[in-house]
T-cell receptor
C-alpha cells in the first residue's frame, strides 16, 4: 500500500536552535496529515495536524507546512528544547474513510543543552 | 478525564505461547485501534474495533485477534507466538472510527524468547 516516509533518520540540534523535520508522502489523494511525538517508553503524542486545503498551520512553537505539489510535509520546532528530544512521525489516514493511520518510519530528534 | 491505559506494561513469553493484552479506552471514545511497533519502526496497523465489531484490519495473520467490550475496552490476543512478534503493542482510542482525535496508550512491550 501507499506509505508515508521520512527523509532523515536522525537530527541533532543545539538547544535554542530551530528544528525542521521532513516527511514525504506518496498518496496524492491524502487530505489530512498528523505529526506525532514519541518519547522513549511512551506512546505517540499528537502534536499538530493539517488538512490538504491548507499550506501552513501554527501551534505553540510548532509549524507544519504542506507542499502538495511535491507531496512534502515539514514540522518546524522553534527554539528547540531538550524536552523536544524524541522520535517524530508523520501520519495520514489509510483511506478516505479515515479508518486508521499510516505512519512513516520516524525521525529521531536529539537536542543538546 | 482518564487517558488510554494498557496492561501489562512489559511481558516475556516463550515461542508458541499465547498472549492477551488489554486496553481501556479514553472516556467518551468508542473506537479502539491496535498497532504493532517494531524497534526503530513506525507503528503498523493491526485492526480496529468499533461497536464490538472488527472495523478494519491490516496485514496481520489470523493468529492476531481481538475483542471489544460494551464499555469500549479491548483485548488483543496473539496465538502461536513467534520471535518476530516481539514489539511494542500500542492501543489508540478515538471518539469515532475516523483518523481524528486518536489518543495512544503507552503500550505493552512484548518480548518473545
Amino acid at each position: 500500500g501507499e506509505s508515508v516516509g521520512l527523509h532523515l533518520p536522525t537530527l541533532s540540534v543545539q538547544e535554542g536552535d530551530n528544528s525542521i523535520i521532513n516527511c514525504a508522502y506518496s498518496n496524492s489523494a491524502s487530505d489530512y496529515f498528523i505529526w506525532y511525538k514519541q518519547e522513549s517508553g511512551k506512546g505517540p503524542q499528537f502534536i499538530i495536524d493539517i488538512r490538504s486545503n491548507m499550506d501552513k498551520r501554527q501551534g505553540q512553537r510548532v509549524t507544519v507546512l504542506l507542499n502538495k505539489t511535491v507531496k512534502h510535509l515539514s514540522l518546524q520546532i522553534a527554539a528547540t528544547q531538550p524536552g523536544d528530544s524524541a522520535v517524530y512521525f508523520c501520519a495520514e489516514p489509510l483511506n478516505s474513510g479515515y479508518s486508521t493511520l499510516t505512519f512513516g518510519k520516524g525521525t529521531m530528534l536529539l537536542v543538546s543543552p | 478525564e482518564t487517558g488510554v491505559t494498557q496492561s501489562p506494561t512489559h511481558l516475556i513469553k516463550t515461542r508458541g505461547q499465547q498472549v492477551t493484552l488489554r486496553c481501556s479506552s479514553q472516556s467518551g471514545h468508542n473506537t479502539v485501534s491496535w498497532y504493532q511497533q517494531a524497534l526503530g519502526q513506525g507503528p503498523q496497523f493491526i485492526f480496529q474495533y468499533y461497536r464490538e465489531e472488527e472495523n478494519g484490519r491490516g496485514n496481520f495473520p489470523p493468529r492476531f485477534s481481538g475483542l471489544q467490550f460494551p464499555n469500549y475496552s479491548s483485548e488483543l490476543n496473539v496465538n502461536a507466538l513467534e520471535l518476530d512478534d516481539s514489539a511494542l503493542y500500542l492501543c489508540a482510542s478515538s471518539p469515532t472510527p475516523g483518523g481524528y482525535g486518536y489518543t495512544f496508550g503507552s503500550g505493552t512491550r512484548l518480548t518473545v524468547v
